[in-house]
Every structure is written in structure tokens, then in C-alpha cells.
């Protein structure tokens, strides 16, 4: 059975026609993140690791929303359009972690 996940209190809705996350037994797929702030709706800021954060946060909402936390967490993927702020992202991401 397949439980669809959508309009998560504190987490940007989604910009299509798909869900934030699906639940198939006990496994949770999140739809991709990206860093919009889910009070204002938008990116509001070019600064990678606040940037960084806000996705986490996003990602932590939904999580949350459903019973679930980071510990949770079986596989992620980031995508970064500039490697040379993998220090910052994965630094970031470990304390989420």
C-alpha cells in the first residue's frame, strides 16, 4: 500500500504535480529538496550553507511529519552545481547526520 505525503507543515509545497514523499510499507522516498524557505516561498539566499541548511530543515519536516528523523535516513543524494562547496554541504550535512 502506498500513502501519499503532501502539505507538510513546515515545508515548501510542491512546485508540481507530485508528492513530498511516499511511504510504501515502511519505506519513506522524499521528492528532491531545494533551499525555499516554506514561510516566504522562496530562495532567500545565494549562500551555500544557508542554503544547505534550509533543504535539511525541509527535509527534516517532512521526515518528522510522517514519525520519522534522520536516524531514518538509509540513502541521500546532493547534487552540487560547484564541488568547491563540498566541505561546506558535507559539514553541514554531518550535523543534520
Known amino acids: ?12 509545497a510542491a512546485i508540481g504535480p507530485y508528492s513530498q514523499a511516499v511511504i510504501a510499507d515502511n519505506l519513506m522516498f522524499l521528492s528532491g529538496q531545494i533551499p525555499i524557505n516554506p514561510t516566504t516561498g522562496k530562495i532567500d539566499s545565494d549562500d551555500i550553507a544557508i542554503q544547505a541548511k534550509q ?6 519536516a517532512v521526515l518528522s511529519d510522517q514519525g520519522f528523523s534522520f536516524k531514518n535516513v538509509v540513502k ?9 562547496n563540498f566541505q561546506i554541504v558535507n559539514e553541514i550535512y554531518e550535523s543534520f547526520l
Open 1 to 12: 500500500m502506498l500513502k501519499y505525503v503532501s502539505n507538510v507543515e513546515g515545508a515548501p
Open 76 to 84: 541521500a543524494t546532493i547534487f552540487l552545481t560547484d564541488l568547491s
Open 55 to 60: 533543504v535539511l530543515q525541509n527535509i527534516f
